[in-house]
């Protein structure tokens, strides 16, 4: 069984205060869980804006960085993204991780804090 969950840090902007709150998070949904809590930080996974030749329903990745992003999310049972709101929506890093690949995410539950 996969019990690895993933806690992703949606901000990738340089004097951002989302690894703290992310962190925190994780604290809280460790306590008493049978999960393993894990940051996902996407300033250090670095992809670039979506440059995949075809759509990610194909899954043919060309690139290098969309074949380990595959692996690791793939490597989650599920996620919790953690984010602010940027313009009453979500940050353009986050948007262009998740656009990165479709059946990866499938049949994964994910949940979202934000601030």
Not at 40 to 59: C, G, H, R
Not at 70 to 87: C, D, E, I, K
Request: aromatic share 14%; hydrophobic share 45%; with cysteine.
């Amino acid at each position: 069984m996969n019990d690895r969950v993933a806690v992703g840090i949606g901000s990738t902007r340089p004097a951002r205060i989302c690894p703290g709150i992310a962190e925190w998070v994780m604290a809280v949904a460790q306590e008493g869980s049978p999960l393993r809590y894990e940051l996902l930080d996407l300033a250090e996974v670095n992809l670039p804006f979506l440059d995949e030749p075809l759509m990610a329903a194909l899954a043919h990745y060309e690139h290098g960085h969309t074949r380990a992003w595959s692996r690791t999310v793939s490597s989650y049972a599920g996620f919790v993204f953690v984010f602010p709101q940027y313009n009453w929506g979500y940050p353009a890093p986050l948007k262009n991780a998740l656009d990165f690949l479709y059946a990866e995410w499938s049949g994964k539950p994910a949940t979202c804090v934000t601030y």
